[in-house]
Nanobody, 125 residues
Framework: VQLQASGGGLVQPGGFLRLSCAASVLTLDSYTIAWFRQAPGKEREGVSCISGKDGSTYYVDSVKGRFTISRDNAKNTVLLQMNNLKSEDTAVYYC???????????????????WGQGTLVTVSS
């Protein structure tokens, strides 16, 4: 499984970005895909994930109401729409995959098997 994250950039507070995670798998709907982020000097944090089986989604509290994760199985792509960005959202964002149900904590980095390279999101005026 190969994952390719893209869409990062520099944006002002209150702005928006859309991250994309392209997966080279034939059955994306068999995997849970998550977005993680890591700010300088901080641990990697689970931001959001989406189930392959039923499309259920989870969000860390700090992004609820601002971020939306979605999946396009036909394009093997998972999107993260990030609105009303704040300076504390600044981080390198990674997408990751794990077979559906094969985890204990859907937003724990330790439970994910496959990782893409990061894409940098900088929120600054």
């Amino acid at each position: 499984v190969q994952l390719q994250a893209s869409g990062g950039g520099l944006v002002q507070p209150g702005g928006f970005l859309r991250l994309s995670c392209a997966a080279s798998v034939l059955t994306l709907d068999s995997y849970t895909i998550a977005w993680f982020r890591q700010a300088p000097g901080k641990e990697r944090e689970g931001v959001s994930c989406i189930s392959g089986k039923d499309g259920s989604t989870y969000y860390v509290d700090s992004v609820k109401g601002r971020f939306t994760i979605s999946r396009d199985n036909a394009k093997n792509t998972v999107l993260l729409q990030m609105n009303n960005l704040k300076s504390e959202d600044t981080a390198v964002y990674y997408c990751a995959a794990v077979p559906d149900g094969d985890y204990n904590n859907a937003l724990s980095a330790y439970d994910y098997d496959y990782w893409g390279q990061g894409t940098l999101v900088t929120v600054s005026s």
